[in-house]
């Protein structure tokens, strides 16, 4: 799975304010979905994605991290689960 697909539903997962999903949506869009989104989401090159932080100001640089970090959180959560299921199974 790419990270641009899992992007889409981890913005129906996380429960968030409006505006911070937009807030969200725009950071992942305008600074991280050029650099990672094409990538697969277990493969993805953290230090593409730390060359592009560097590349910002220091606080769009901390927004970027902490979108990337919840997209992250969100897929091992989601993995975890699946693997909780499959045993109870």
Known sequence: ??????????WSLISVRPK????YKYIYRSFLQPVIGKMDVGYTDSAALQRQLIKLN?????????????IWRERLLFITSQ???????
């Open 1 to 10: 799975m790419l990270v641009d697909e899992w992007a889409e539903q981890v």
């Open 20 to 23: 911070t999903l937009y807030d």
């Open 58 to 70: 220091p606080q769009t640089a901390r927004h970027s991290l902490m979108v990337a970090k919840t």
């Open 83 to 89: 693997k909780i299921i499959q045993q109870l199974a």
